[in-house]
């Protein structure tokens, strides 16, 4: 299985900092790597895949970027609602598995 | 707009099975595979496995092999999720998600989750 790690685990921001989300894969997954976001009580929703295709409705302050097996997802001007846990999660094969998840919360 | 609603949450004893609905409505059921992906409290996202539900041939992640078994019934658009020899450790929200894309496949779509708690 591919595993994929996340760091940081967890960060604080203010409103209107630039994050950014590393996500590396144990092997080299090509671009076949998603980005989702979760708040707490509800489902994931997909923001980024491919590496750096924009889900449709996704705000462009959000990006993703890299190949192989490092990427990132980068956050420029946080807003109130971007305060939640993101996944990367890789489909370059089955099984398909998630980072452990990174919490982005208030500063 | 195609949604995914799943059955309620559930109680079970250690040992018992459990079977969790997923029902697409608002667009074609057929084509796309949906899968189940579980969050145990405080834990990241696992993928357990899908179908696609026309064949309805389902695949399944190693590590449930032989414990999880998925299914579709086409003329309701529902696919569900039985599984079985349940633990605590098998106390988790399910959600079913739907899996689009072929060189770069990715969930696009989500149920509401179901709450599953194993229990003495």
């Known amino acids: 299985d591919i595993q994929m790690t996340q760091s940081p685990s967890s960060l604080s921001a203010s409103v209107g900092d630039r994050v950014t989300i590393t996500c590396r894969a144990s092997?080299?997954?090509?671009?076949?790597l998603n980005w989702y976001q979760q708040k707490p009580g509800t489902a994931p929703k997909l923001l980024i895949y491919a590496a750096s295709s924009l889900q449709s409705g996704v705000p462009s302050r959000l990006s993703g970027g890299g190949s192989g097996t490092d990427f990132t997802l980068t956050i420029s001007g946080l807003q109130p609602e971007d305060f939640a846990t993101y996944f990367c999660q890789q489909s370059y094969s089955s099984p398909w598995t998630f980072g452990q998840g990174t919490k982005v919360d208030i500063k | 707009q195609v949604q995914l609603v799943q059955s309620g949450a559930e109680v079970k004893k250690p040992g018992s099975s459990v079977k969790v609905s997923c029902k697409a409505s608002?667009?074609?059921?057929?084509?796309?595979?949906i899968s189940w992906v579980r969050q145990a409290p405080g834990h990241g996202l696992e993928w357990m496995g899908g179908?696609?539900?026309?064949?309805?041939?389902?695949q399944y992640a190693q590590k449930f092999q032989g414990r999880v078994t998925i299914t579709a019934d086409d003329p309701t658009s529902t696919v569900y999720m039985e599984l079985s020899s349940l633990q605590s450790e098998d106390t988790a929200v399910y959600y079913c998600?739907?899996?689009?894309?072929?060189?770069?496949?990715?969930?696009?779509?989500w149920g509401q989750g179901t709450l599953v708690t194993v229990s003495p």
């Open positions: 092997q080299s997954i090509g671009a076949s």
């Open positions: 608002g667009g074609a059921f057929r084509k796309y595979e």
């Open positions: 998600a739907r899996r689009i894309g072929f060189s770069h496949s990715m969930f696009d779509l």
């Open positions: 179908i696609i539900p026309f064949p309805g041939v389902p």
